[in-house]
């Protein structure tokens, strides 16, 4: 069977002509990054400012600083992602299964509120259980993430049992397997590997979504900053500020680079 492309391969003169634009825009954003440096040193926010990452005042060291950002910051965000993000797909596990149901009311009643549930924001799923289901600070935060993201996979679980061949449907009906079996042994463990790096990358999202919890009262990364500068004033704001995008950044490109590896590891063992 021959491959079929809907363009042709870049020749040598568009090669170089991409090269040259990509030159033309590394520069062009070194030197926006300069002015932007340079303006901030202008209006003088290269200053003492930041000593409270590295010395801070009021008889605090560093390691208080960091050690409130990294283990009880960083530590409730991760706690509240690692016990929503199982939970969100054990719940879209069932919502895909009763999509998947040949019994029709049950498959709507699953549409309904698997699309009920994508629609609806994730903050207001938390306020929801912070005041009408009288929860906590954190689960509110969990019981918000997991509707949610549940509701994603689901879509994301059922977007891989598409992507199978039909054959492998009907071969587990063929050797007498019930809708169940053939979902759990024939069909879920592939689609699990087909839309891991999905899954991952959903996982992503559900961990930045956390962020949200310090609007409810949860302690989290950004309530933690906001200690932070509340106790050592306004002036360390800015470097409190970068201190958690950075920490932010780091566990999400590490997430996102696990994604990468994951998708080239599934896609080695099918070649």
């Not at 069977?1 to 391969?9: E, G, I, Q, S």
């Not at 009311?105 to 609806?120: D, H, T």
């Not at 999202?205 to 500068?229: A, C, P, Q």
């Amino acid at each position: 069977m021959t491959n079929r492309v809907l363009y042709d391969a870049p020749g040598p003169k568009t090669l170089r002509t991409e090269r040259i634009v990509s030159a033309i825009m590394f520069v062009a954003l070194l030197a926006g990054l300069a002015l932007l440096l340079k303006s901030g040193a202008d209006r003088g926010i290269f200053d003492d400012r930041w000593r409270v990452l590295y010395d801070p005042p009021k008889s605090q060291t560093a390691v208080d600083v960091w050690k409130s950002l990294l283990v009880h910051g960083l530590g409730m965000t991760l706690k509240a992602a690692l016990i929503a993000a199982p939970s969100a797909f054990v719940l879209a596990f069932i919502f895909a299964i009763a999509r998947n149901s040949k019994n029709r009311i049950v498959s709507w009643v699953s549409v309904a509120i698997i699309e009920f549930l994508r629609g609806m924001p994730v903050l207001l799923m938390m306020f929801f259980g912070l005041l009408a289901l009288r929860l906590d600070s954190f689960s509110a935060v969990v019981f918000g993430l997991t509707l949610y993201n549940a509701a994603i996979m689901a879509e994301i679980l059922r977007a891989g049992l598409l992507a199978l061949p039909r054959g492998q449907a009907e071969a587990g009906t063929a050797i007498g397997l019930t809708t169940w079996e053939n979902l759990r042994i024939i069909q879920f463990p592939q689609v699990i590997t087909l839309m891991l790096p999905s899954l991952i990358s959903q996982f992503i999202v559900l961990l930045k979504d956390s962020s949200l919890g310090f609007i409810v009262g949860y302690n989290e990364l950004l309530t933690t900053m906001k200690d932070n500068y509340s106790f050592f004033g306004d002036t360390s704001r800015l470097p409190l500020f970068i201190a958690v995008v950075s920490i932010y950044l780091i566990v999400s490109i590490s997430l996102s680079r696990l994604a990468v590896w994951v998708e080239k590891k599934l896609a080695n063992r099918h070649a």
